[in-house]
T-cell receptor, first 114, second 114 residues
Framework: DAMVIQNPRYQVTQFGKPVTLSCSQT?????MYWYQQKSSQAPKLLFH???????NEADTPDNFQSRRPNTSFCFLDIRSPGLGDAAMYLC?????????????FGPGTRLTVL | QKEVEQDPGPLSVPEGAIVSLNCTYS??????FMWYRQYSRKGPELLMY????GNKEDGRFTAQVDKSSKYISLFIRDSQPSDSATYLC??????????????FGQGTILTVHP
């Protein structure tokens, strides 16, 4: 089945130790998003790629960066994780232009910072 | 004031009940309205997608949008224990530079008990 895959599902890192989260998709969608969802809070968009064009949200900390080496893969790099970065990180994809512009989410990576 | 307000609940109902979930929003420029279901430790899954005002029905689910009141609702008929999840409302603008950016509500935790 076509899907959005995130690895790892659970990631534990130490304060200040860089970490990379991975997202891959078999949907061949041209738009990919990264959201941060803290406990009992709404998902918050960090940035997205429209094709190869990177779009950063104004309030996304510089600590967060992203790479998209090809259509299928997208990475979230956290350069120096702080305790406040512990959250679920959700990857989503969308095809644009499309009939419904629906975003499809992966299962998420839960990040713990010790 | 948050752009999208959603009562976090939790909401507990008996099996077979009609469930009403609601969100209010402040920005009249939102044009697309969605409801996502999120099971514990999983990514959000799209349930309903509506453009502008009106009703949309899909099986046991009905979505309503009232743009004049800036109010959206999701009704679940004949609720089942398998409906137990967090329900997130989401909305977005048409076009713009942050293409497809979703603004989410906080989510309502729903439990349907047998």
């Amino acid at each position: 089945d076509a899907m959005v895959i995130q690895n790892p599902r659970y990631q534990v890192t130490q304060f200040g130790k860089p970490v990379t989260l991975s997202c891959s998709q078999t949907l061949n969608h041209n738009v990919m998003y990264w959201y941060q969802q803290k406990s009992s809070q709404a998902p918050k968009l960090l940035f997205h790629y429209y094709d190869k064009d990177f779009n950063n949200e104004a309030d996304t900390p510089d600590n967060f960066q992203s790479r998209r080496p090809n259509t299928s893969f997208c990475f979230l790099d956290i350069r120096s994780p702080g305790l406040g970065d512990a959250a679920m990180y959700l990857c989503a994809t969308m095809i644009s232009p499309g009939v419904t512009d629906t975003q499809y989410f992966g299962p998420g990576t839960r990040l713990t910072v010790l | 004031q948050k752009e999208v307000e959603q009562d976090p609940g939790p909401l507990s109902v008996p099996e077979g009940a009609i469930v009403s979930l609601n969100c209010t929003y402040s920005n009249s420029a939102f044009q697309y309205f969605m409801w996502y279901r999120q099971y514990s430790r999983k990514g959000p899954e799209l349930l309903m997608y509506t453009y502008s005002s009106g009703n949309k029905e899909d099986g046991r689910f009905t979505a309503q949008v009232d743009k004049s009141s800036k109010y959206i609702s999701l009704f679940i008929r004949d609720s089942q224990p398998s409906d137990s999840a967090t329900y997130l409302c989401a909305m977005r603008f048409a076009g713009g530079t942050s293409y497809g950016k979703l603004t989410f509500g906080q989510g309502t935790i729903l439990t349907v008990h047998p």
